[in-house]
């Protein structure tokens, strides 16, 4: 009897075992945005790019930090529309080995852009008063998987100007980790990746980093090279 019941409380042991490990194997992450209407949120942007052509020896270098405000206009259950405004920007560019400042950068600040999520994905921009295309401002916000997802699962954005491929790398303390890989089309080819850090109950980017390394052919048939890195930290 006594050998009977020492077995059956095993069995009950290594079934609680079981459900507990197969409850963390299969866990699901939901992932959405949580915008409130009029909620404001600030990114500071660092980034560093140098441009190279691949038939000549001349190397330009650009270094730049930008501060981004986005303003919550509209938010519901799945979609939300947000105001993207630029309002500093800092740094220099060393063109033909001569050190400047920034290109236009009094018309880069006070860029707006408007842009509206639906269901976790950029559906539509807009520009308002945007006086460069030097950055775009409305790149900031993956496009979420529709289903909850697990740690290893991977999902894929497509249009007409680029393929991403995201995976789910783990999740510490709420905070997931996302690495993702951009393949451009057209005229361009290399590839941008790096990884996104997404405060999973809060429903926000908290940190983004990432490295570029591409080629783009010119109407001039020339290629150039074009390597960067860049980090994006929300800051409010």
């Excluded at 842009?115 to 790149?139: A, D, F, L």
């Excluded at 020339?222 to 800051?235: M, P, Y």
Aim: glycine content about 6%; proline content about 3%.
């Amino acid at each position: 009897m006594y050998y009977k019941k020492m077995e059956s409380m095993n069995i009950k042991r290594y079934l609680v075992i079981l459900f507990i490990s197969f409850s963390l194997l299969g866990k699901g992450y939901k992932f959405e945005y949580y915008f409130k209407s009029g909620e404001r949120i600030i990114y500071f942007i660092n980034e560093i790019q140098q441009v190279s052509s691949l038939k000549s020896k001349y190397q330009d270098t650009m270094k730049m930090s930008i501060t981004m405000i986005d303003s919550v206009l509209f938010a519901s259950s799945d979609s939300v529309v947000i105001m993207s405004r630029i309002k500093d920007v800092s740094g220099s560019v060393v063109l033909n080995k001569k050190k400047m400042d920034i290109p236009n950068k009094d018309k880069l600040i006070g860029t707006k852009i408007l842009k509206t999520i639906v269901n976790g994905k950029i559906v539509k921009t807009r520009s308002i008063n945007t006086n460069s295309k030097q950055t775009n401002p409305g790149t900031i916000y993956f496009p979420l998987p529709q289903e909850p997802i697990s740690v290893g699962d991977t999902w894929i954005d497509e249009d007409k100007e680029q393929s991403s491929r995201f995976e789910l790398e783990s999740v510490k303390k709420g905070i997931a980790s996302i690495s993702f890989i951009v393949t451009p089309k057209g005229n361009t080819e290399g590839k941008i990746y790096g990884n996104i850090f997404f405060n999973i109950s809060k429903g926000k980017i908290i940190n983004e980093s990432l490295k570029s390394e591409l080629f783009v052919k010119s109407r001039w048939r020339k290629v150039f090279h074009i390597t960067g890195s860049a980090n994006i930290e929300r800051v409010q």
